[in-house]
């Protein structure tokens, strides 16, 4: 009997049940793996952008200083 426990389980691994679950496990992994990337880079676009604009302010304040007659006190 403990033979035909072993026949049942074998025979119920059907392969391409397995390598259908394989692939649809392989595909969703890739799904959220394009997901994260496009995020990240999404993220780091727009803090090159904040960077970016930081740049401009500091750029813009140091001009109105200077226009006012204001030492920003850098050297």
Do not use: Y
Not at 30 to 57: A, H, P, V, W, Y
């Amino acid at each position: 009997m403990a033979d035909r426990g072993k026949d049942f389980i074998s025979n119920s691994a059907d392969p391409k049940s397995i390598q259908d679950l394989t692939t649809f496990v392989q595909n969703l992994l890739q799904q959220m793996q394009d997901k994260f990337q496009n995020m990240s880079d999404q993220i780091i676009t727009r803090i090159d952008e904040m960077g970016q604009r930081i740049d401009d302010l500091e750029k813009n304040i140091a001009d109105l200083m200077t226009q006012a007659g204001v030492d920003d006190g850098r050297a």
